[in-house]
T-cell receptor
């Protein structure tokens, strides 16, 4: 079974600065999707960004970008120009292309300091 | 906007009682997932369905939990009898299978407290 590891339980960043959240995963598959979800205190799960494994180009969504290293099975999230509203739990997730189930990491709690 | 609807949003019950959580997936979606979120375990996959058929429920305690899809518009997760250790937030998510369906859409969750 695939596993997703987020080694940083908590991270902190100063407003307007940049922060990188780490994620590694283990799989024997070649086709899959990777995601970062944000969960604010409202507990709603919000999709931040996704990456298809067959694409070499790193996904970008406004201030959010990823560093996808397929050989290293690494998928980090970079948040630029951090804002107070970015404070939340961030979950890295892996979705199997064939089986369609989605597995989550343990999460990283991000604090943004004014 | 299409959304996944979960009811109830909060549930407080006593140990031993039956609990039923409901989920209405987004119309047209053919996969439904149930997750449990706790501080200790994070997000655990309990069960998921494709085209209403259960594909994997290995994450679910079989003796007390059951998940069903009576029809394409309703998924249920039942706990009988409930125990204090079942206290958690239970999320339902839906999506499309295959290449079209890399995204999952989550409901707002049911916060369950078993006293």
């Amino acid at each position: 079974a695939q596993t997703v590891t987020q080694s940083q339980p908590e991270m902190s960043v100063q407003e307007a600065e940049t922060v990188t959240l780490s994620c590694t995963y283990d799989t024997s598959e070649s086709d899959y999707y990777l995601f970062w979800y944000k969960q604010p205190p409202s507990r709603q799960m919000i999709l931040v960004i996704r990456q298809e494994a067959y694409k070499q180009q790193n996904a970008t969504e406004n201030r959010f970008s990823v560093n996808f290293q397929k050989a290293a099975k690494s998928f980090s999230l970079k948040i630029s120009d951090s804002q107070l509203g970015d404070a939340a739990m961030y979950f890295c997730a892996y979705r199997s292309y064939n089986n369609n189930d989605m597995r989550f990491g343990a999460g990283t709690r991000l604090t943004v300091k004014p | 906007d299409a959304r996944v609807t979960q009811t109830p949003r909060h549930k407080v019950t006593e140990m031993g009682q039956e609990v039923t959580m409901r989920c209405q997936p987004i119309l047209g979606h053919n996969t439904v997932f149930w997750y449990r979120q706790t501080m200790m375990q994070g997000l655990e996959l309990l069960a998921y369905f494709r085209n209403r058929a259960p594909l994997d429920d290995s994450g679910m305690p079989k003796d007390r939990f059951s998940a069903e899809m009576p029809d394409a518009t309703l998924a249920t997760l039942k706990i009988q009898p409930s125990e204090p250790r079942d206290s958690a937030v239970y999320f339902c998510a839906s999506g499309l299978s295959g290449k079209r369906g890399e995204k999952l859409f989550f409901g707002s969750g049911t916060q369950l407290s078993v006293l």
